[in-house]
Antibody
Framework: EVQLVESGGGLVQPGESLRLSCAAS????????MSWVRQAPGKGPEWVAN????????YYVDSVKGRFTIFRDNANNLLYLQMNSLRVDDTAMYYC??????????WGQGTLVTVAS | DVVMTQSPLSLPVTLGQPASISCRSS???????????LNWFQQRPGQSPRRLIY???KRDSGVPDRFSGTGSGTDFTLKISRVEAEDVGVYYC????????FGQGTKVEIK
């Protein structure tokens, strides 16, 4: 059974950092692009970052460039999102997801990040 | 940047009746491989989004055949042939040829 299990969310103050993790199982993790997607309360999803199978390429939505870093550990089937200089508008549920152009498609249950003073 | 525009944003439907959601992209979603990368997602209340349709019209495993996707180029439609109670939620179109971008969402509710 394929699983994507996110962790690491929590309540932080503006300017602080968090590292999210996603543990993948049930598929060949190192063979797929992986992504982080977020959804602010009451809003639609927003793609945050993508990383290539071997970690050699990364892409980010403009609003997080220079603050967030996506990286992966293929030996342990883990995906990460390092989030620095967090802002109130980064508050969202953060989901780990596989390349959207794959079949079947997998998306985790999410970890909640709340940025508030 | 590609903009995905859905209509309507709210869709009250009667159980057993059909429903239709439109999605328009600001750029063509046809890739050089000949495929069109338009997806439809369902998000039930309190749940994560779930993909229903990929490449315009292909249903993901386990998706009931009352869901169908049509369209080409920049104009796409998701149809539910007979709405059931479990179909309540928000539906999003999403393009995955450029930077993955979602539409605003269409809230489907039972009248």
């Amino acid at each position: 059974e394929v699983q994507l299990v996110e962790s690491g969310g929590g309540l932080v103050q503006p300017g602080e950092s968090l590292r999210l993790s996603c543990a993948a199982s049930g598929f060949m993790f190192s063979s797929f692009w992986m992504s982080w997607v977020r959804q602010a309360p009451g809003k639609g999803p927003e793609w945050v970052a993508n990383i290539k199978e071997d970690g050699s390429e990364e892409y980010y939505v403009d609003s997080v460039k220079g603050r967030f870093t996506i990286f992966r550990d293929n030996a342990n089937n883990l995906l990460y999102l390092q989030m620095n200089s967090l802002r109130v508008d980064d508050t969202a549920m953060y989901y780990c997801a596989r390349d959207p152009n794959t079949v079947p498609y997998y998306w985790g249950q999410g970890t909640l990040v709340t940025v508030a003073s | 940047d590609v903009v995905m525009t859905q209509s309507p944003l709210s869709l009250p439907v009667t159980l057993g009746q059909p429903a239709s959601i439109s999605c328009r992209s600001s750029q063509s979603l046809v890739y050089s491989d000949g495929n069109t990368y338009l997806n439809w997602f369902q998000q039930r209340p309190g749940q994560s989004p779930r993909r229903l349709i990929y490449k315009v019209s292909k249903r993901d495993s386990g998706v009931p055949d009352r869901f169908s996707g049509t369209g080409s180029g920049t104009d796409f439609t998701l149809k539910i042939s007979r709405v059931e109670a479990e179909d309540v939620g928000v539906y999003y179109c999403m393009e995955s040829i450029h930077w993955p971008t979602f539409g605003q969402g269409t809230k489907v509710e039972i009248k």
